[in-house]
């Protein structure tokens, strides 16, 4: 079996807790088999990842493989792996066979999965849901940047406390009123 990046041999291998793989020598990336993968998510406890996840390890250090931009084919079947997006500062690719259930991980990016405890929900990661919801986190935490790159950090966290305080309060809508009318009270 060759490596889907690299064409190089794979080699038997082992990634944490026990999970066998066939790994590669020359990219240091590692093929897990669907039935492999099934097998050790059964021997662990299963919780339903939050795309929050990405969002609070946004700034999560990790160096994609340059070979992570590559599509491949699944070293199993032939058939052209899915590719599910993990939006950290730096992302990356995730693929996955949807015919035979495999997954490749480039180097270092099984580590992550694990650290974020998204090792245990790859299926998870592939549904149009998880995606959208990814997205739309993404989205918020580039926005919560863009605030303090506007006002400081000291005054964003004002507003992020603010924010919460209003969002928890029953009536926390017509005191944001409030502040919109001020503001342009003093614009005009």
């Not at 950090?153 to 005191?175: C, I, S, W």
Request: charged residues 20%; glycine residues 4%.
């Amino acid at each position: 079996m060759d490596c889907p990046k690299c064409r190089s041999e794979l080699v038997n291998g082992i990634l944490s807790d026990l999970l066998l793989t066939k790994h590669c020598r020359e990219c240091a990336g590692d093929w897990i088999s669907g039935h492999n993968y099934q097998v050790w998510r059964s021997q662990r406890p299963h919780t339903p990842s939050n795309p929050a996840v990405l969002a609070q390890n946004y700034h999560l250090p990790y160096n994609p493989s340059p070979l992570d931009a590559k599509t491949a084919p699944c070293p199993d079947c032939a058939r052209m792996m899915a590719r599910g997006k993990i939006s950290l500062k730096q992302p990356f690719y995730l693929e996955h066979c949807l015919t035979c259930g495999g997954i490749w991980c480039d180097r270092g990016e099984w580590a992550v999965l694990e650290q974020l405890k998204l090792d245990t929900n790859i299926a998870q990661i592939f549904s149009s849901v998880w995606q959208a919801q990814v997205r739309a986190s993404h989205l918020h935490e580039l926005e919560r940047q863009a605030v303090i790159d506007k006002v400081g950090v000291e005054m964003a966290q004002r507003v992020f406390d603010l924010t919460d305080l209003l969002t928890k309060h029953p009536n926390g809508d017509f005191a944001a009123a409030y502040l919109m009318r001020q503001f342009e009270r003093t614009r005009l």
